[in-house]
Structures are given as structure tokens and as C-alpha cells.
């Protein structure tokens, strides 16, 4: 085996980053004393000032210090050793291009030594989702809007906070002060330490020209120091000053102190989560085989959030439906996502916070590696949920989807802008990142795999290291076990996967004359015409076949880059001539296969056999996958792809059944305005009618209350699918339930309708209703008190066909003060976008009115990017694209930081257009065909009409919004 670099690998080898983006490194913090006052008062505009000590270590002798600055006031600083001042200060000042504050003095800072600088700075605290913001609620008894002041720093927004040197790699520790109101409680990284009642601000403010000025000295002052912290990078630290409370988590679960803080009303929603944290914490102290380093951990829910949640070490904060459940108004979907996100963040204490990227570049580590630990601990705390299939599912699709673009990018990715930073908090980075990781421990074994991580953990514990520091790690460790081919690093393989955009797709030839099997690599491309790249990767062969020929399993074989082909015999697979064969057994890395006519058949007909199970649960996932991609990119028949997928009318597995309808969701975006929709219903109707009455439909609440997350969420799509295929009977009940819901005294306690599927019965409530319906939702969004059930209700709303209610809440979402919080301003343009009729108000409205929204959206992660990839992806003539283009000529100045996006969404229309073109009267014609022929071979007699139902409900009940981060 050989192993060349291919020109694509040479030419993103880390390009250096250009060194006007970045600190020049001449002085270096070691130590941060930062002190806060904050007024959190709307008459004084929330005024605040600040003064930071920085200890600073000299490793080149310079004039100059230079560090990150952005949107806060500065007074003059003062560079001293010890309290003696030693240089003059002769001019400062911020240059915005890249935040940088450039101080000059008088003469030399000497190399080695340790001076002090300080820095007084002030300015108001705005309404915003970063940086230090003011986050709003109403308190349910009082009535009172209350305000709280919370932090989101990553990537780089500590220096909207406090003037500091602001990349990952200048680490620090860190002291911390701050002044408030006796009224609220502040909390960060580290326990406190003292608490001080001060009437006058005077005697801690020695800066008393500038501030007193600006802020007048108050009574009833509380100041709260807290312990000096570990080192850490700045975009970790965090505070929040607030009147919310708190619960302790039993202390048998953990040696750590865990609180988990809410607003009042809301507490009662944190038992999940105080149990969940320090279970999950204690395993992977465990798993890491390393101690939790911090005494104690904080998790809260914000109000107003931009992501999802924040790891800040020993601080994490969330959106309030990613850490609060409620057992009668959450459902079960949402317990799994507060457990989620609670296991990555705490995933993320030792491998992000501990060991820390040196540059953004190698994000996709952090998220990568937390997004897969996320499975293992949430399989640790759930045992029953099967979480590490259904992410490494979830994780594949999503990824094979995107990554299939010419446009995608590689997961190791050059940076050379720190703007262009929050881009590559996308899906690449991290459910490619978690794909990747998971390959590695399937094929260097659990063990290997723990041992190097630990040695890593352990080796840059308080400190910085890139993915080739990983490697090594992880090669040493399988050198000794003797798991990887000879002569080959783990480096060697993983750059294949991580430095190239893109992934394989294998053909497979068998011969079944003499049994063996010819396997070929190129990339796969959404637009086939264009793959013409010579990329190659390190693809681990899996195979598994027909079980009466199974021995023990066939050892892991390797394809290797550049190797062109190669070939596996007999004793190497195992299957004999009339066995069916499958690759990518339990879908250990991300490619996609391509088989002979005849293998394909085999699959065929096991699948359809009484005895579908015999392919295993992820080979009926990979099969489905990439059949229906095939289809899609004309690579195999869709005769083929359909005759496969009418297996699923008996599947009682919810991801070969997720996977399948996915393949359809594809066909359907195209279709869904469309006059060919109809045929397409009929065909699903056909497909699905039968699980849709196994499952337990909408009448029923027979499952609902059991705990088997794969029933319920069998349910759960089946019904949203149903409905809006015009399954006899769905919608009824739906509107029925409905109904009934708005005839119930106390609505907002009483709810009739089951828990997991109230989004598909509220989104059909409102579809088929009128304007009271509508009105009726709104009215319990405003007044719900926990977020799953607001969440569910707003997307409810995006639901209704009626033009100018749309228009309306479209409107809503650019104006301040209408209700909708600026964190959901992005899910509700989204859902409204991807609605029949939704689509074409929406797009008109983001042509219309694009500078409120960039506006709206200003600070937050990624947002116009989702939402220009959302409105492409509905597209399918070229029409619509072109007046897309003409109209980005004009607004190019809002699309600024979403290049990448944008790209990737015009590739995708075009796409949609190829593929109109090409199959769509193929496709619809084999849909018809299809649907006579389940006629004839089935049972199932539903007394449904032929006569096409056009028009359709569009229900989000697998909603997984995108930008929900961190
Ligand atoms: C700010 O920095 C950029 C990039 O280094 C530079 O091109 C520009 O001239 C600077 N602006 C000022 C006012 O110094
Ligand atoms: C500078 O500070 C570091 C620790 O912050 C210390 O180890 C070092 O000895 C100091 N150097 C001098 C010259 O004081
Ligand atoms: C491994 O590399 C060494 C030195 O380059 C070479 O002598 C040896 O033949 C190689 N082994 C294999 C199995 O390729
Ligand atoms: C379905 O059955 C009808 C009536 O028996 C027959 O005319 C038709 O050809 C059959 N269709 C297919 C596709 O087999
Ligand atoms: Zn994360």
C-alpha cells in the first residue's frame, strides 16, 4: 500500500494564517483581575464600567501592545510592575477591521519581564444574544419585566466585554469581581468566594473622573469576588447576573456541586437536568478516566439565547428548551434533546475546556468529539434509547446530504478571517466531526481508543493542540495493539478524511463466478457531471452478508487512498453466489455504495422476504440511503429504489423507516408545488397507510405513554406524515382534538392533546383552521411558561395558508416589541419558507425587506446563511434562481458573512433544477405505477380515491433546527 498526497491535500495543508488577523504574540497574559459594576437598570440604559488588570509575560521586547477590543469605551490605560507605573502611555487606539487595540508607549517593554497593564473601560449593556447582553422575561406573579445580564464569548465576542487577548490559544487565569444590586445574584466560572455590602461605589472605584459621570454611585451594592480561576481560554468565561434561583442536585449523583438555575416560575422544570448533569458528568470521569478539574458546576437557562448552549467551564448556559422539561407539557422528543445537549456540554468540560484548539481552524475537533461523546453518555444515562445508533444515523444522513456539494467544505478548515469564524459552526464541523470520531473508535477498537485520548487529555491538560497532536497520540497507542495496516498512521488515514471536502463512493463488482469482489473509490457528487476529482480516502471496508454464510465476521479491510481498486476474494467476505452482500456494515464511515444490477436484486428481495431483519437495522438504513441518493444523482433506476422501499409498509424500526421517508422528502421539496403532488400523496399513502394504523395513528394515546422512544417516534413522523399526505382520517382527528382543545376549561393546564403529537395536531388545527384557530395558539404561546410548549406552538403558527396572517407574522419578526424573541426570529421565517404557500410570501419578504432582517439577525450566529439555504433549497427552476442571482448582485452587502452558504444553497437549487429536468416525469410516472401495483400485491384496502388531493398541510414535527449551536 502506498500513500501519496494528492495535489487537493497538499494546497490545504494549514495555510498559515495571515498574521495581520492574528496578535502578534510579543506579550503574552498570564493572569486577568477583571471588575465589573452593572447597573441593571432600563433608565440608566443599563450603564456599566469595568476596570481589567492584566499580567503580562514579555516574550519579545516590544513598544507596543496589541489585543482585541470591540464596541466598548476605553479610558487610558496604565502599564505598571508591581503598583510602580514604568512606561508612558503615548497614544491608543481600536482599529475595527479586525477588533484590534493597538496601545503605544514611550519605550520598550522589556523581553522576560512581567508587567501589569490596566485598562478602565465602560458603555451600556445592550438587548443582544452575545457578548455580555441583556436577556428580558415577564416574572408570572408579579407581572414585572425583569432583566438579567448573562455572557455568549465564542468564538469572539469576550472582547465586547472586556479588552483582552482573544484567541483560544492565550491562556489565562482568571480573577473576577462584580458589583450589582443586592437584589440580584451573580454567578461564574468559579465558586465565590466573598460577598461585600457596600453602600458607595467610591472606595472600589478608584477611576472616580471619568465613571462617576456615568454611572452615579448607588446604594444597596452587593460586590462578589470569586475563587481564582484554572487557565483557560477567554471565549470560556462567563457570568450572569440575575434574580433567578436554584435547585442542588442530590449529592449522592456526583462529587460536584451541581445547581441548575432558572427563572422562578420555572424551576419546577430543572429535575431532569439535575439529574442528568452530574449523572452524566461522573460517567465521563469515568470514560476520560480524569477528574472533573473545578469544585463545583452551574447550569442555566436564558431566556434569550443564540445557540443552543455554551460551555463555559463550570458555567453552561442554555436555551431554556434545551435544559428545562416539564413532564406534562415537554415531550419525550424534547427529553432527549435536553439530554443531548446537556451530555455535549459537559462532554466539552475536558475536551474543549481542557484541552483547547490552538486555532479555529480545528473546531471541528471540539464539536466533533463532544457532538460523539454526547451518544455515549446520553446510551450511559438512557440505556433504553439506542442513542448511539440513532445519532450516528442522524449524523451520517445529514452529513452524505450536505457533504455531497461541490461547495461543501473540508472539516479541517482554513480560517484566514476571524469573521468567517461562526461559518463553520455548520453541520460539517460537527456531524462530519462526530462521524469521523466514531469511525476511528470503530476501527481502532474501544480501547485503543480510550488510552490515546486519555494520553492526550493528560499531556495538554490547561493548554493547546491540533489534530496532529491527536494523531500521534492515537498512532503510538495503535501501534502497540497492533490495529492499524502496516506501515500506516492514523495521521495517514484521518487527513484523507479530514483535509479533503467531500467523501467516497465505492462500486462494487462482484463476480460470481469465481466469488470475488472488485471495489473502486471516487468522490461522490450531488451533480454528477462534475466529479471529475482525483481525491482518494482511506475507506475501512466493512462487510457483512447473508447470515447462513456468516462466520465470524471478516476482519476489517482497507481500501486504501490512491490504490485505484482492489480486490477481495471468497475467505475475505463470505458470501457464496446467490447471497446478498453489503457494504459499510453498521455505517462505520461516511461513503456511499454502488453494487451490480444482481447484488442489488439479492438486497431487493431479502428486504421484501418475510424476514427483512436478517440485513441488520444499519444496513437497512445504508441501503435505503443510498438508494434513494443514487436514484437521485442517476446513478441507479428508480424502479429499483421504489421496489426496495415498499418493504417498509411492514419495518416496525423507526430508522430504516426515517431513513426511507427522508429519500421521499427529497422527491417531495421538488414536488410539493407542483401538479404532479397528488401523485406523489397517493404513492405515500399507499406506503405509509399501514404503519400509520400500527403505530398507533392519531386517535389513540396507546403508546404514548410508555417510554420507548422508538415507538414514539415511529408515531410521531408517521402521523406528521399521514396528515400531510391526506391519510383518511388523520386530519379529522386531528381538527377534532383541536376542537376539543379550545372547548377545555384552563387550556393551559388541561390539554387534551397527547404530548408528542401536539405539533402535528396543532400545525393541522391551524392549517384547516381559521383565523380564530390561529388566534387561539398565539394566545397560548404568549402564555406559556415552558419553552418546548411555546416552541411548539410558534412553529404551529408558521402552519396557517392564510396570506396576510403570514404577512403579519412575517412582520412580527423585524419588529422590536411584537412578541417574537429575537432567538426565534430565524426557526419562524424558516418554517414559513419551507410551506407551500408560505414560500412565496416568505420570499418576497426576504427580497423586500432584507436589511431589517440582516439587521434582526446581527451577532447571531450563521442566521442569514440558513435562511438564504432554506428559500434555495425550494427552488426548481431556473427562473426563480436567476432572479435570486440578480437580486444578491444588489444586496450583496447582507451576505457578506454567509459566502460559504450562499454558494452551497445555489449549488443545491441547481441541483433541484437538474434533477426536475431529468426525472421528474420519469419519477412520477414510476410513482403512479407503483401505487396501481401496491393495489394489486397488498391487502390493504383503505377505500381511498384516486382523485389526487392537492394542497397539503405542512407539518415540522422533526424539527431539528440548525442553528441551535454549541
Ligand atoms: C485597520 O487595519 C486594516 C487591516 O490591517 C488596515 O488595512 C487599515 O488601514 C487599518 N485602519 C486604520 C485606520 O489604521
Ligand atoms: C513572571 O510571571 C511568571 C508567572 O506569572 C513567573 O513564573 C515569572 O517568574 C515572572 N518573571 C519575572 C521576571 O518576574
Ligand atoms: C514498511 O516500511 C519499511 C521501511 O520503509 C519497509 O522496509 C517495509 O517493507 C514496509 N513494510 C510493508 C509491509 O510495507
Ligand atoms: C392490477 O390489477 C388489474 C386488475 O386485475 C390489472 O388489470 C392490472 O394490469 C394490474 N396491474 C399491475 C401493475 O399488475
Ligand atoms: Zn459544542
Known amino acids: ?98 477588533s484590534l487595540m493597538t496601545i503605544s508607549l514611550d519605550k520598550d517593554l522589556q523581553e522576560d519581564q512581567n508587567y501589569t497593564l490596566t485598562i478602565p473601560f465602560y458603555g451600556n449593556i445592550k438587548h443582544g444574544l452575545d457578548g455580555a447582553y441583556i436577556s428580558t422575561y415577564v416574572d408570572k406573579m408579579t407581572k414585572e419585566k425583569e432583566y438579567l445580564i448573562t455572557t455568549q464569548f465564542e468564538a469572539i465576542s469576550a472582547r465586547k466585554a472586556f479588552p483582552c487577548f482573544d484567541e483560544p490559544m492565550y491562556k489565562a487565569t482568571y480573577s473576577i469581581v462584580i458589583g450589582h444590586h443586592k437584589d440580584y445574584t451573580a454567578i461564574s466560572n468559579m465558586p465565590l468566594e466573598n460577598s461585600v455590602s457596600e453602600n458607595a461605589l467610591e472606595d472600589h472605584w478608584p477611576w472616580s473622573q471619568i465613571e462617576k459621570k456615568f454611572m452615579k454611585p448607588k446604594s444597596d451594592f452587593v460586590w462578589d469576588s470569586y475563587e481564582k480561576s484554572v487557565a483557560m481560554s477567554t471565549y470560556l468565561l462567563a457570568f450572569v447576573v440575575s434574580k433567578f434561583s436554584f435547585v442542588q442536585s442530590p449529592p449522592e449523583l456526583s462529587d460536584t456541586k451541581f445547581k441548575i ?45 443564540a445557540s443552543g448552549a455554551m460551555e463555559n467551564w463550570g458555567l453552561i448556559t442554555y436555551r431554556e428548551k434545551d435544559l428545562l422539561y416539564d413532564e406534562k407539557q415537554s415531550s419525550f422528543l424534547n427529553k432527549e434533546r435536553v439530554a443531548t445537549v446537556i451530555a455535549h456540554e459537559l462532554a466539552h468540560q475536558w475536551f474543549g475546556n481542557l484541552v483547547t484548539m490552538k486555532w479555529w481552524s480545528d473546531l471541528w475537533l471540539n464539536e466533533g468529539f463532544a457532538t460523539f461523546a454526547a451518544t455515549v453518555a ?10 448511539d445508533k440513532s445519532s450516528a444515523v442522524n449524523d451520517m444522513l445529514l452529513i452524505l446530504n450536505l457533504d455531497a456539494l461541490e461547495s461543501s467544505h473540508p472539516v479541517s478548515v482554513p480560517i484566514d478571517d476571524p469573521k468567517r469564524i461562526s461559518e463553520i459552526f455548520d453541520d460539517i464541523s460537527y456531524q462530519k466531526g462526530s462521524t469521523l470520531i466514531r469511525m476511528m473508535t470503530m476501527f481502532l477498537g474501544d480501547e485503543v481508543f480510550r488510552k490515546a485520548i486519555n494520553n492526550y ?127 459499510n456494515h453498521n455505517m ?35 441501503l435505503l440511503s443510498d438508494a434513494f441518493a443514487l436514484a437521485w444523482t442517476n446513478h441507479l433506476e428508480y424502479s429499483t429504489v421504489l421496489n426496495l422501499a415498499s418493504y417498509l409498509q411492514h419495518e416496525t424500526e423507526y430508522l430504516p423507516l426515517y431513513t426511507g421517508l427522508r429519500g421521499l422528502m427529497q422527491i417531495e421539496n ?10 406523489f400523496q397517493k404513492f405515500v399513502r399507499k406506503l405509509i397507510g399501514d404503519v400509520y394504523v400500527r403505530s398507533g395513528g392519531l386517535a389513540t394515546k396507546k403508546i404514548l405513554n410508555g417510554h420507548d422512544l422508538n415507538s414514539v417516534k415511529m408515531q410521531v413522523t408517521i402521523s406528521s406524515w399521514a396528515c400531510r399526505m391526506k391519510v383518511p382520517g388523520c386530519e379529522e382527528n386531528a381538527i377534532q382534538l383541536y376542537k376539543q382543545w379550545m372547548d377545555t376549561e384552563n387550556p393551559d393546564e388541561n390539554n387534551p392533546i397527547p404530548l408528542d403529537l401536539r405539533r402535528t395536531v396543532y400545525c393541522v388545527g391551524v392549517s384547516r383552521g381559521s383565523v380564530a384557530e390561529w388566534r387561539w395558539a398565539l394566545a397560548r404561546e404568549q402564555r406559556a411558561n415552558v419553552a418546548a410548549a411555546r416552541s411548539a406552538l410558534l412553529a404551529a403558527l408558521t402552519c396557517t395558508k392564510d396570506v396576510w396572517i403570514l404577512a403579519q ?71 426563480e434562481l436567476d432572479t435570486f442571482l440578480e437580486w444578491r448582485e444588489k444586496n450583496a452587502q447582507y451576505l457578506v458573512d454567509s459566502k460559504l452558504a450562499v454558494e452551497q444553497a445555489i449549488e443545491n437549487a441547481q441541483v433541484n433544477i437538474n434533477w426536475i429536468t431529468k426525472n421528474r416525469k420519469n419519477v412520477v410516472d414510476k410513482l403512479r405505477e407503483f401505487s396501481t401495483n401496491y393495489d394489486n400485491s397488498t391487502q390493504i384496502n383503505h377505500g381511498m380515491h384516486s382523485a389526487a388531493i392537492t394542497g397539503s398541510v405542512q407539518v415540522f414535527t422533526v424539527l431539528i433546527p440548525l442553528f441551535m449551536r454549541n
Not at 471588575?35 to 488588570?53: E, L, Q
Not at 476482519?555 to 457494504?583: S, Y
Not at 446581527?858 to 426548481?876: D, N, P, S, V, W
Open 1 to 98: 500500500m502506498r500513500w501519496l498526497h494528492t495535489v487537493a491535500v497538499a494546497c490545504l495543508l494549514h495555510v498559515a494564517v495571515p498574521a495581520e488577523y492574528l496578535l502578534p504574540g510579543d506579550v503574552v497574559p498570564t493572569h486577568y483581575h477583571l471588575k465589573y459594576a452593572f447597573d441593571i437598570d432600563p433608565a440608566t440604559n443599563f450603564s456599566y464600567f469595568g476596570v481589567v488588570d492584566i499580567y503580562l509575560n514579555v516574550k519579545k521586547a516590544t513598544s507596543k501592545i496589541v489585543l482585541h477590543a470591540n464596541d466598548i469605551l476605553i479610558a487610558i490605560p496604565i502599564v505598571r510592575v508591581g503598583d510602580v507605573p514604568s512606561h508612558k502611555v503615548t497614544g491608543y487606539k481600536v482599529n475595527d477591521t479586525y
Open 378 to 387: 446520553v446510551n450511559h444515562v438512557e440505556p433504553t434509547w439506542n442513542a
Open 670 to 679: 421538488v414536488l410539493k408545488r407542483s401538479p404532479d403532488y397528488g401523485a
Open 809 to 879: 407574522y412575517l412582520e412580527w419578526t423585524v419588529t422590536e416589541g411584537s412578541g417574537v424573541r429575537k432567538q426565534d426570529v430565524l426557526p419562524v421565517i424558516v418554517n414559513i419558507i419551507r410551506s407551500p404557500v408560505g414560500y412565496y410570501v416568505a420570499k418576497d419578504f426576504i427580497y423586500t425587506r432584507v436589511e431589517e432582517i440582516y439587521n434582526t439577525f446581527k451577532g447571531q450566529y450563521r442566521r442569514m446563511g440558513e435562511m438564504i439555504k432554506t428559500l434555495l433549497q425550494q427552488f426548481t427552476t431556473q427562473r
Open 457 to 583: 487529555l493528560r499531556k495538554y491538560s490547561y493548554n493547546n493542540a491540533e489534530q496532529d497532536d491527536l494523531w500521534l497520540e492515537l498512532t503510538a497507542v495503535s501501534k502497540k495493539y497492533g490495529v492499524l495496516p502496516n506501515n500506516v498512521t492514523v495521521k495517514d488515514i484521518m487527513d484523507t478524511w479530514t483535509k479533503q471536502t467531500g467523501y467516497p463512493i465505492l462500486t462494487v463488482t462482484r463476480d460470481y463466478e469465481d466469488k470475488s469482489i472488485t471495489v473502486s473509490q471516487r468522490r461522490y457528487l450531488s451533480l454528477a457531471a462534475r466529479s471529475t476529482s482525483l481525491t482518494s480516502w482511506w475507506v475501512p471496508l466493512s462487510v457483512v452478508c447473508e447470515p447462513e454464510a456468516r462466520g465470524p465476521p471478516p476482519a476489517l479491510r482497507w481500501l486504501a487512498a490512491n490504490q485505484g481498486l482492489t480486490k477481495l476474494h471468497r475467505f475475505e467476505h463470505g458470501a457464496e453466489r446467490d447471497h446478498w452482500l453489503l457494504f
Open 588 to 622: 462505520i464511515a461516511p461513503y456511499r455504495v454502488n453494487y451490480d444490477t444482481r447484488n442489488w436484486q439479492l438486497l431487493s428481495n431479502a428486504l421484501k422476504s418475510n424476514e427483512y431483519t436478517r440485513v441488520p437495522l444499519l444496513g437497512r438504513v445504508q
Open 261 to 305: 438555575w432558572a427563572r422562578p416560575d420555572a424551576l419546577d422544570q430543572t429535575a431532569y437536568a439535575s439529574t442528568t448533569g452530574p449523572k452524566a458528568l461522573s460517567y465521563f470521569e469515568q470514560w476520560f478516566n480524569l477528574s472533573y478539574p473545578l469544585p463545583k458546576q452551574d447550569m442555566i437557562a436564558i431566556p434569550d439565547f
